[in-house]
Nanobody, 122 residues
Framework: QVQLVESGGGSVQAGGSLRLSCAASGRTSSHYAMGWFRRAPGKEREFVAA????????YYTDSKKGRFTISRDNAKNTVYLQMDSLKPEDTAVYYC???????????????WGQGTQVTVSS
């Protein structure tokens, strides 16, 4: 079993930046790919970014590419999501997830964190 804990959320003005962290514990010896998803109020959960175990492969939705950067530090069992040029429409609860493939499909991820709130004001 893997436990995931997100942190780094908060309130920021439009144009600002935040860096989210996702710390993994438990069975971290498995080579998990990691993903970030978000759920905005009244909307379905959507994919943000994913990264392979080695960090050599990343995947973003087109709307996030260039503003968001996913990275990981396996020595610290931590995955990061750097978010720049934030917009009010980025307001959501952000979740990290662990799975075995780099994909935008949430059903492919086996473990999920509890989420961290990001609020972007105009």
């Amino acid at each position: 079993q893997v436990q995931l804990v997100e942190s780094g959320g908060g309130s920021v003005q439009a144009g600002g930046s935040l860096r989210l962290s996702c710390a993994a514990s438990g069975r971290t010896s498995s080579h998990y790919a990691m993903g970030w998803f978000r759920r905005a109020p009244g909307k379905e959960r959507e994919f943000v970014a994913a990264i392979s175990w080695s960090g050599g492969s990343t995947y973003y939705t087109d709307s996030k590419k260039g503003r968001f950067t996913i990275s990981r530090d396996n020595a610290k069992n931590t995955v990061y999501l750097q978010m720049d040029s934030l917009k009010p429409e980025d307001t959501a609860v952000y979740y990290c997830a662990a799975g075995f493939i780099v994909t935008e499909l949430d059903v492919e991820y086996e473990h999920w964190g509890q989420g961290t709130q990001v609020t972007v004001s105009s």
